[in-house]
């Protein structure tokens, strides 16, 4: 008989597993790596401070739907996307790289506006493009870029040094660019099917914006530094905050208590959800691309954040036996799942994107 | 009547005009930022030496044909090649950032094959590969690499230093790479229309290596150092001879007499070439992916490298004005066109590879 070796699809592994599992045989040896691949960013050592590094990919089709997404903003948040990993490691981004792959058919005025948003964020946040690559593709446009920032020794966030009794906090608000993407995808429809029918996206701007041309909390940054604060643990909530408290929890080996009452959801965002009949708390945990900061930080340091109208206190950190527990609003005890989050268009087969 | 406004087609800019022009209106504010987009990579000033960075993303059927390129050579041709150009500024590749984008077509086992050529070029160069991002595609492989390097602040080697009267010297030899291609190219035609016929590569192993498997030339940089040699411009051959030549003589503005019968190339590589009907130099002159170094140096140095078995001297640095000129084998001077090379299966509308 032959050996019929099976093959392993790429779902089995799970959401986090396939980075992890590919580079487990990979060991380091030059002196200046610090920190290696497994969280927002690399660390590199120099005289100098401390350096971060952080690379993302973006795909047509699966991180952005040309339909409705101006190739401007497509730019911008592909840039907004890959700094962001740099600010959650309490850092100051610097410099960028960006390589793009495109088909024979765009012309050059749609590249042209690509880096009209590339620029437009370059210019926001103080970032030099130092390098890219441009390519052809015999299919759709992928854009993928390497963040570069510095931050002193002292300052720098892992994920993994949040302690039992420190506070759990999140800036801004919640599940807007998920919803943003509802509304999106729904006029989509709408047009697809009757094409002369304008888009209704009336009295939806905000999670429109969050979802279309989101910022990154470079501000947040600025004022930790401002008030002294340095956070035990942080990460961005690009995957929706229940994949990254599971990150936090697994790197800092604590659990959390989180209040479903105490997570921040714009009105419209909260309002949007219902319209859909989605429960805007599942759209907060589990819906992708806001962007914002998931951050513990000592009990110590809650008056120098409390006055924050950018920072809520959601909950806080636990033994590791405790697990991760939602509080509802009800009063009832709920486990939190990871149910991750699928960008824009991807199919469920596909694997999970890793940023 | 309506102004009708015509798109530019992005081959109207020609090679190398692309990223030139996309960037252009960039500018960097960071102190940190020494040299950006123009070079083989960038320069970042660190208080314990420069640091150097470069970008490039490889694309299923543009960089690579899956039908011929085993997943494993795939992914050590996408390291080797992005190192190159560390290597191409005289430094020293340290650092590896890898985001990959693949369908769910692929098993795991094929990633795993993928990553191990990651892991071979990374033992074999003392690379750390510190980070990466994995995601979905709707469509074919794309390999994205960042590759970082370090260098002594007098060792860095850019484009611009060659000077009139500098001798241009060249490692390894040209055109193999593209020879192989045209091989591999021809029985894929034939396994194409009779699916049962195996490959005739036999006889041909060096220049199918050579595009398939290629190596970077740490070990002459590693020698330059040895023999405290600092070339005074130089770049690594991975668009063909002309246009490596095109972009020394630019950026140092300089012109070059080459001489055609000094240009190393293989006895594979030549006799394959005449069995293909193709001229040997055109090949080593416009052929892709050699991943050898071209390099000035004054003539001071030509000691130095006399006896280098790895470097040919093949003409030398003339005045801005002389342009670059071609000595043939029977005597004639010829204008050396930057004719270009566009990768594996690129169509002719693509846009040019920029790397």
Known sequence: MFENKEKTS???LGEFGLIDHLTKEFSTTN????LGIGDDAAILQHKDGKQLISTDMFIENIHFDLVYSPLMHIGYKAVVSSISDIYAMNGHAQQLLV????SSKYSLEAIEEIYAGIRAACEKYKLDLIGGDTSSSVTGLVISV????SAQDKAITTRSGAKEGDLVCVTGDLGGAYIGLQILEREKQVFLEQKNMQPDLSGKDYVIGRQLRPEARKDVIDSFSEHKIIPTSMIDVSDGLASELFHLCKHSNIGVKIYEDKIPIDQQTYDTALEFNLDPTLCAMNGGDDYELLFTIT???YDKIKNSQDITVIGYCTAPHESKTLITKSGNSVEIEAQGWQ???ANAENPKDNS
Not at 31 to 34: V, Y
Request: cysteine-free; proline content about 0%; glycine content about 4%.
């Open 31 to 34: 002196s200046s790596t610090e």
């Open 10 to 12: 790429i779902s089995k």
């Open 299 to 301: 009990q110590k340091d």
């Open 146 to 149: 390497t963040a570069i920032g």
């Open 343 to 345: 960008h824009a268009n």
């Open 99 to 102: 390589s793009i792959a495109i």
